[in-house]
């Protein structure tokens, strides 16, 4: 399994939360505390908004325990919003195309979890990707085909009902080919203005997800104007061990996350 956190608030440099914290997105890479993976080495991705509509995108394959210029980075880019993610595989190479965020326009994708079974499904799953995003599909990953089967879904009109069409493929798909192995879905998904972030599981046991609001910003901002602006993290583990800072994601819900504002919804993800 893997790790991964994504912010939206004020401007901040992304090593405020990928490295300084006592339990960082850099150091759950090494040690993980609520993972089933404790090390996720294999490979890394950070993508961000800023000035562009399309994100920027840094991923490699090392440890991001061990990559100076993942640090490099996170000390001199400042965004808005950013989603950073450190990968354990499932079985797939250790290669840049796999690793998270994935890409396509102005949205990003990452995903903790994995489709069980996921070579008894791939076929079935490939030919349901809509033709005209299939040439852009460059790894091997059930998380990236899960991506790009959302895009086909409709999510420039109605997000959750992008997710439930899509998780209805992957669970007809399962059924179809006698998968007894779960789906496991933490992902979060992000159009540059608002973070979807989703936590379902076919067996009930979702991997953990937490998000917070009125975090602490007075050491990290720029301006004391800037306090006044909500930042919002939702993220696999808890960077420290505040309470009060967090809340739990109930299974089967959907986090949305705008204009400093957050909201968890119940999500139906009922196969008939």
């Not at 893997?2 to 990928?18: E, H, K, M, N």
């Not at 069980?116 to 990953?141: H, S, Y």
Request: negative net charge.
């Amino acid at each position: 399994m893997c790790r991964w956190l994504a912010y939206s608030g004020p401007p901040i440099f992304p090593d405020t939360v990928l490295f300084r914290p006592e339990n960082s997105l850099i150091r759950q890479s090494l040690q993980a505390r609520e993972s089933r993976s404790v090390t996720n080495g294999d490979g890394f991705g950070v993508g961000w908004y800023r000035h562009h509509g399309k994100p920027g995108l840094f991923r490699d394959i090392h440890p991001a325990w061990n990559d100076e210029n993942l640090r490099s980075l996170a000390e001199q880019i400042q965004a808005r919003t950013f989603l950073a993610h450190v990968r354990a595989s499932t079985g797939t190479p250790t290669s840049r195309s796999n690793c998270h965020p994935f890409r396509h326009g102005n949205y990003l994708f990452m995903h903790n979890g994995q489709i069980g079974e996921f070579e008894k499904v791939r076929r079935d799953l490939m030919i349901a990707v809509r033709p005209d995003l299939f040439t852009n599909m460059k790894g091997a990953t059930d998380s990236e085909l899960f991506f790009h089967l959302l895009l086909g879904n409709g999510i420039e009109d109605d997000v959750p009902a992008a997710f439930a069409q899509t998780i209805k493929t992957v669970e007809e798909a399962r059924k179809a080919n006698n998968v007894s192995e779960p789906f496991l879905l933490t992902a979060a998904l992000c159009d540059g203005e608002t973070i979807y972030a989703i936590r379902y599981a076919s067996n009930n046991q979702p991997a953990s997800l937490y998000f917070g609001t009125d975090l602490p910003l007075s050491d990290i901002v720029n301006s004391p104007d800037d306090v006044q602006e909500k930042a919002i993290l939702i993220l696999s583990e808890p960077l420290e061990d505040i309470r009060e800072n967090r809340t739990d994601v109930p299974e089967n819900s959907l986090v949305v996350a705008a204009e400093n504002r957050a909201c968890i919804l119940p999500f139906d993800a009922t196969v008939s």
